[in-house]
C-alpha cells in the first residue's frame, strides 16, 4: 500500500524490508534445502551438489549473510528441478512461510 498511496519506500524503509526479503530468501530456501537432504533426493543437475552442501551448511538462516554467492547459489538451486519438486510438495510434506509464495 505504501507504493501505491505515498509513491514508494523511502531510503529507510528500503534498507529495512531489503533484510526481511533476505531473511525469507534465505530461510526457506534452507527449508527446501533441508527437506531435500534430509530425505536424500538427488538434485537434477549434479553440478548443484557441492552449492547446495555449502548452502546448507556455511549460510545462516537469518539473511544476515547476502553476498554474490549466495545470491547465485540461490538462483542456481531454485532452477534446480530436485528443489522445484520439494517446492510443489509445500503445505503437504512441510511448512513454509506464506511469505515465500
Same mark, same amino acid.
Request: proline fraction near 6%; include cysteine; glycine fraction near 8%.
Given at each position: 500500500?505504501?507504493?501505491?498511496?505515498? &509513491?514508494?519506500?523511502?531510503?529507510?524503509?528500503?534498507?529495512?524490508?531489503?533484510?526481511?526479503?533476505?531473511?525469507?530468501?534465505?530461510?526457506?530456501?534452507?527449508?527446501?534445502?533441508?527437506?531435500?537432504?534430509?530425505?536424500?533426493?538427488?538434485?537434477?543437475?549434479?553440478?548443484?551438489?557441492?552449492?547446495?552442501?555449502?548452502?546448507?551448511?556455511?549460510?545462516?538462516?537469518? &539473511?544476515?549473510?547476502?553476498?554474490?554467492?549466495?545470491?547465485?547459489?540461490?538462483?542456481?538451486?531454485?532452477?534446480?528441478?530436485?528443489?522445484?519438486?520439494?517446492?510443489?510438495?509445500? &503445505?503437504?510434506?512441510?511448512?513454509?512461510?506464506?511469505?515465500?509464495?
Amino acid at each position: 500500500m505504501s507504493i501505491k498511496i505515498n &509513491g514508494g519506500f523511502t531510503p529507510v524503509e528500503l534498507e529495512y524490508y531489503k533484510v526481511i526479503l533476505f531473511k525469507n530468501v534465505v530461510g526457506e530456501m534452507k527449508t527446501l534445502v533441508g527437506y531435500l537432504l534430509a530425505h536424500e533426493i538427488p538434485l537434477a543437475n549434479p553440478e548443484n551438489v557441492e552449492p547446495c552442501k555449502w548452502f546448507a551448511e556455511s549460510v545462516p538462516s537469518d &539473511g544476515s549473510v547476502w553476498t554474490p554467492e549466495v545470491g547465485n547459489t540461490v538462483t542456481r538451486l531454485w532452477a534446480d528441478q530436485a528443489i522445484q519438486g520439494v517446492w510443489a510438495l509445500r &503445505g503437504t510434506h512441510y511448512h513454509i512461510n506464506d511469505t515465500a509464495d
